[in-house]
């Protein structure tokens, strides 16, 4: 081994020799590169071989050309430039050679070279590290992706691209990024050849060996990989993917329409296709005339596209009334009452109407843990003014699907969440007294938690409270002074008068 390795850094002395000559490095650093060369050398050389070793001395040897670069251009030097670089790039692309055939499977390893050969532009080497590792790992789509934008976009090379994303779909029929990528890439180079056949009539040149297929002008390669792709992979999502990079190029109208029909006529029962083609109408319609361009004119046309959207979520919504759905069309209307919309239809709906719409299909629809959930996401994503009947709903409904406990359960989660309204209290005072071991402790709570919020403005929450001390089994009547003390303190303007006058009918029973 020692003499292997001898005889490999003999062969490195003339590149070494050459360094010190031409002014690059010192004698003590080659002296320091010899020393540091031998040990990395003995270490890839062991029986018992260890990636972070290899990794460790490609580095090493990456660092001492971005060394050898960045002194020659400080110093100017160009001469000989490839021939002092050559062995160094020789050998590490030896070095990984080695290492990707003892590991395989490290795509990493692979990856770290590609970048390497690209960095440094080599680019037929790269052509056989792309060739070597398809072969070790056909079975990641990405590769083959990676692989062909560098033939298409560095090499342009359409047909090797071409040619990749072929193989690539004999090992992946029904990847939907390599049907993606692949179309993408035909669109590009269709859209190349225009700008080519643009350039040349437009300086009136003889095309002479140039010839362009009007079938590749036309984007018919691209219809074809569509066709093809949507035989294998069904579902909206992948439809509207090819549609929007479709509508990347301006010369594939015909194609679009065809992908819109075909999206309609075989995902009529999927939410996105509904979705898209409501907000289609945000940008359909004509541009505003010259006259017409003022932000009042501009905000009457959204408001009107808007009012089209809901016209097909409202249609969408009775067609496909799935939860999906619901959630598509009140994900449009938070995002446009966000942007502030100016749509009369979209603010009479609001975000309330659509909510409460939706959990009442859920009610008859779904699980209760659905519509539970349902209810809890409404009550983060809603504004917090509308969240108050949300609160309210949300009660009721505990209590008419999970009994007394159900309801106690929700009211104490949501106790503390502000804002609430009087009703929310009510409700779950109403449902205590409905149970027959109604016990006063559970409705001293629910009074003292409703005063702390509604005590300055509701008289008649005062007399309530005391009429409950006065008559529940379990009440003190002897509580109703200090809440009725309580209730001159807290009580603003002429509510203290209405208090006063009310409570004394009470004490003459005349209340």
């Known amino acids: 081994m020692a003499e292997r390795i001898e005889q490999r850094i003999e062969a490195r002395l003339p590149e070494l020799e050459q360094l010190e000559r031409v002014g690059l490095f010192t004698r003590k650093e080659i002296r320091a590169v010899i020393k540091k060369a031998s040990a990395l050398e003995y270490k890839i050389q062991r029986r018992a071989l260890h990636k972070e070793d290899f990794i460790n001395y490609i580095q090493y040897e990456i660092n001492l050309l971005e060394l050898i670069k960045k002194r020659r251009s400080r110093i100017g030097y160009s001469f000989k430039k490839d021939e002092i670089e050559y062995s160094i790039v020789q050998r590490i692309?030896?070095?990984?050679?080695?290492?990707?055939?003892?590991?395989?499977?490290?795509?990493?390893?692979?990856?770290?070279?590609?970048?390497?050969?690209?960095?440094?532009?080599?680019?037929?080497q790269l052509?056989?590290?792309?060739?070597?590792?398809?072969?070790?790992?056909?079975?990641?789509?990405a590769l083959w992706i990676m692989a062909a934008k560098w033939e298409m976009e560095e090499r342009f090379s359409?047909?090797?691209?071409?040619?990749?994303?072929?193989?690539?779909?004999?090992?992946?029929?029904?990847?939907?990024?390599?049907?993606?990528?692949?179309?993408?890439?035909e669109l590009?180079?269709?859209?190349?050849?225009?700008?080519?056949?643009?350039?040349?009539?437009?300086?009136?040149?003889?095309?002479?060996?140039?010839?362009?297929?009007?079938?590749?002008?036309?984007?018919?390669?691209?219809?074809?990989?569509?066709?093809?792709?949507?035989?294998?992979?069904k579902g909206a999502e992948f439809y509207l993917s090819l549609l929007s990079i479709a509508k990347l190029f301006d010369f594939t109208q015909d194609l679009q329409k065809e992908i819109l029909?075909?999206?309609?006529?075989?995902?009529?029962?999927?939410?996105?296709?509904?979705?898209?083609?409501?907000?289609?109408?945000?940008?359909?319609?004509?541009?505003?005339?010259?006259?017409?361009?003022?932000?009042?004119?501009?905000?009457?046309?959204?408001?009107?596209?808007?009012?089209?959207c809901c016209a097909v979520f409202d249609e969408a919504v009775t067609a496909l009334?799935?939860?999906?759905?619901?959630?598509?069309?009140?994900?449009?209307?938070?995002?446009?009452?966000?942007?502030?919309?100016?749509?009369?239809?979209?603010?009479?709906?609001?975000?309330?109407?659509?909510?409460?719409?939706?959990?009442?299909?859920?009610?008859?629809?779904?699980?209760?843990?659905?519509?539970?959930?349902?209810?809890?996401?409404?009550?983060?994503?809603?504004?917090?003014?509308?969240?108050?009947t949300m609160k309210e709903k949300y009660l009721d409904w505990a209590y008419r699907h999970g009994g007394y406990k159900k309801a106690k359960k929700v009211f104490t989660s949501l106790h503390e969440s502000r804002p609430f309204s009087l009703?929310?209290?009510?409700?779950?005072?109403?449902?205590?007294?409905?149970?027959?071991?109604?016990?006063?402790?559970?409705?001293?709570?629910?009074?003292?938690?409703?005063?702390?919020?509604?005590?300055?403005?509701?008289?008649?929450l005062?007399?309530?409270?005391i009429k409950e001390e006065l008559s529940h089994p379990q009440g003190k009547p002897v509580n109703c002074g200090n809440i009725h003390w309580r209730a001159l303190k807290m009580l603003e303007g002429e509510l203290v008068e209405k208090f006063v006058s009310k409570y004394t009918l009470l004490q003459t029973g005349h209340l």
């Open 93 to 124: 692309h030896g070095l990984f050679k080695r290492a990707t055939e003892k590991w395989k499977d490290d795509v990493q390893l692979w990856l770290s070279h590609v970048a390497f050969c690209r960095k440094w532009n080599k680019k037929n």
């Open 127 to 141: 052509s056989k590290v792309f060739s070597a590792m398809l072969a070790i790992h056909p079975n990641k789509p």
């Open 158 to 185: 359409s047909e090797s691209a071409r040619h990749l994303f072929l193989r690539a779909l004999r090992f992946h029929p029904e990847s939907t990024k390599l049907y993606q990528e692949y179309f993408r890439m």
């Open 188 to 233: 590009m180079h269709a859209e190349k050849q225009r700008k080519e056949k643009k350039e040349f009539e437009q300086a009136k040149m003889d095309l002479g060996e140039f010839s362009y297929s009007e079938e590749v002008l036309n984007g018919e390669m691209a219809r074809i990989i569509y066709r093809n792709a949507i035989e294998k992979i």
């Open 261 to 308: 029909e075909n999206l309609q006529a075989e995902n009529a029962d999927d939410p996105l296709t509904w979705d898209y083609m409501a907000r289609r109408e945000l940008e359909m319609g004509s541009l505003p005339s010259p006259e017409c361009t003022s932000k009042q004119m501009k905000a009457s046309e959204v408001a009107q596209k808007e009012e089209r």
């Open 321 to 388: 009334p799935t939860e999906a759905m619901w959630k598509c069309y009140v994900t449009f209307c938070l995002e446009r009452l966000n942007r502030k919309t100016n749509s009369e239809e979209l603010r009479r709906k609001g975000c309330l109407p659509l909510w409460t719409l939706w959990v009442e299909w859920s009610e008859g629809a779904n699980s209760k843990e659905d519509t539970q959930a349902l209810y809890q996401r409404s009550l983060f994503v809603i504004n917090p003014a509308d969240s108050v």
């Open 423 to 460: 009703e929310f209290f009510r409700k779950m005072i109403e449902i205590e007294k409905e149970q027959e071991s109604c016990k006063m402790l559970n409705l001293r709570e629910y009074y003292e938690r409703a005063l702390r919020e509604f005590g300055s403005t509701d008289s008649d």
């Open 462 to 465: 005062w007399l309530d409270y």
